[in-house]
T-cell receptor, first 116, second 113 residues
Framework: GAGVSQSPSNKVTEKGKDVELRCDPI?????LYWYRQRLGQGLEFLIY????????KSGLPSDRFSAERTGESVSTLTIQRTQQEDSAVYLC??????????????FGPGTRLTVL | AQSVTQLDSQVPVFEEAPVELRCNYS??????LFWYVQYPNQGLQLLLK??????LVESINGFEAEFNKSQTSFHLRKPSVHISDTAEYFC???????????FGTGTRLTIIP
C-alpha cells in the first residue's frame, strides 16, 4: 500500500511569510508525528497526534508553529512569519497506534523548507 | 529527559570490511531502542529495534545491534559491508508509554570500493 506522503517536496519562501506543509499518513494509522531535521543535526520532535486525544505539542519551538489534523487523516504544519532558522527538512511519520511506544513509525520523504 | 549520542559523524569503511556504528543513550526510565537508515535520496526506514527479550537484534540485511544496559549502548554492527550499505544511520530512543522518538545526530557510512 501507499506510504506516508508529504507535499510540497521543496518550498522556498521569503522571511516573514507563512508556509503550510502537508502530510498524508498511511491509511489506518491513528498516530501521526512531525519532526524537523536541520542541516547536520538529528531529528527533533515537534508534535504528535493520537486519535482524538489532545496533541502533544511539547516539541514546538515557538508559537509561530502550529499543526492540525483532520480526524485520523491529513495533517498540516503551519509556520507563521518564517525565519531563516526555520530552514530544515520537515518529516512526518505515522504509526498504527502510539499507546505503547512499540509500533514502528513510518516516515515520509520530507519537505525541504528554505527561508531566504 | 533522554538523549542519544552518536559520536561518529562519518565512518569510511572498505567494502567487505566489518563496521561498528556507535550509539549511547541516557534516560532515567526504561527505553526502547531503534536504528533507522536513510539511503541517498530516500526517506527514513526502520532498520531494527529492541523492545524487550533478547538483547541482540538483527535486520534482514545482515546488520545487528546489541542492547547493553550497563553501558547504555546500542551499537550497530555488520561483519562485511557492501556498497549498497552507503547511507546515513540514525539511532533513536523512546520511553515506555512515551511515543516520541529522540534521535542522535546520525552517522554517515561511506563504503570505499
Amino acid at each position: 500500500g501507499a506510504g506516508v506522503s508529504q507535499s510540497p517536496s521543496n518550498k522556498v519562501t521569503e522571511k516573514g511569510k507563512d508556509v503550510e506543509l502537508r502530510c498524508d499518513p498511511i491509511s489506518g494509522h491513528t498516530a501521526l508525528y512531525w519532526y524537523r531535521q536541520r542541516l547536520g543535526q538529528g531529528l527533533e520532535f515537534l508534535i504528535y497526534f493520537q486519535g482524538n486525544s489532545a496533541p502533544d505539542k511539547s516539541g514546538l519551538p515557538s508559537d509561530r508553529f502550529s499543526a492540525e489534523r483532520t480526524g485520523e487523516s491529513v495533517s498540516t504544519l503551519t509556520i507563521q512569519r518564517t525565519q531563516q532558522e526555520d530552514s530544515a527538512v520537515y518529516l512526518c511519520a505515522s504509526s498504527l497506534t502510539s499507546q505503547s511506544g512499540t509500533d514502528t513509525q513510518y516516515f515520509g520523504p520530507g519537505t525541504r523548507l528554505t527561508v531566504l | 529527559a533522554q538523549s542519544v549520542t552518536q559520536l561518529d559523524s562519518q565512518v569510511p569503511v572498505f567494502e567487505e570490511a566489518p563496521v561498528e556504528l556507535r550509539c549511547n543513550y541516557s534516560s532515567s526510565v526504561s527505553v526502547y531502542l531503534f536504528w533507522y537508515v536513510q539511503y541517498p535520496n530516500q526517506g527514513l526506514q526502520l532498520l531494527l529495534k529492541y523492545l524487550s527479550g533478547s538483547t541482540l537484534v538483527e535486520s534482514i540485511n545482515g546488520f545487528e545491534a546489541e542492547f547493553n544496559k550497563s553501558q547504555t549502548s546500542f551499537h550497530l554492527r555488520k561483519p562485511s559491508v557492501h556498497i549498497s550499505d552507503t547511507a546515513e544511520y540514525f539511532c533513536a530512543v523512546s520511553n515506555f508509554g512515551n511515543e516520541k522518538l529522540t534521535f542522535g545526530t546520525g552517522t554517515r557510512l561511506t563504503i570505499i570500493p
